[in-house]
């Protein structure tokens, strides 16, 4: 009967399981349940070990995850400003080689190399 081995305690067959472990994810009754700031588990190693997990996570998140997130945003902003300099650079290029660029022409005072009027 899995029924019941999931609704009783694991160390008490007899009683009513209250929730089921956040480290092992067995079930536990009143009698066995241990409050941590982490959570409820079924005895004081598992809330033990969970903690030590927990705090392990929680240094590799600060450390790996948070300034690898600041410096793909640098990274990517770098990029996209050598991108814009790139562009401008060759609309620049373009206009002095005779070529009508109208933004590169207006950001250079607004004067035309070529007037086409004949
Ligand atoms: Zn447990
Ligand atoms: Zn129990």
Redesign the pocket.
């Known amino acids: 009967m899995p029924k019941s081995i999931d609704s009783t305690c694991i160390q008490h067959p007899g009683f009513q399981a209250v929730g089921r ?1 956040k ?2 994810g ?1 079930p536990f009754c009143s009698q066995c349940e241990v409050h941590g700031p982490t959570g409820i ?3 004081t190693p ?1 809330k033990n070990a969970n903690e030590v997990f927990v705090q392990r996570a929680a240094q590799l998140d600060s450390m790996s995850k948070k300034p690898s997130i600041i410096f793909k945003l640098i990274s990517s902003v770098k990029s996209l400003i050598a991108l814009v300099i790139l562009i401008i650079m060759l609309g620049v290029i373009a206009h002095y080689f005779g070529v009508d660029v109208p933004v590169i022409s207006d950001m250079l005072g607004g004067q035309t190399p070529a007037e086409p009027t004949e």
């Open positions: 472990c480290q092992c067995k588990f079924c005895s598992c």
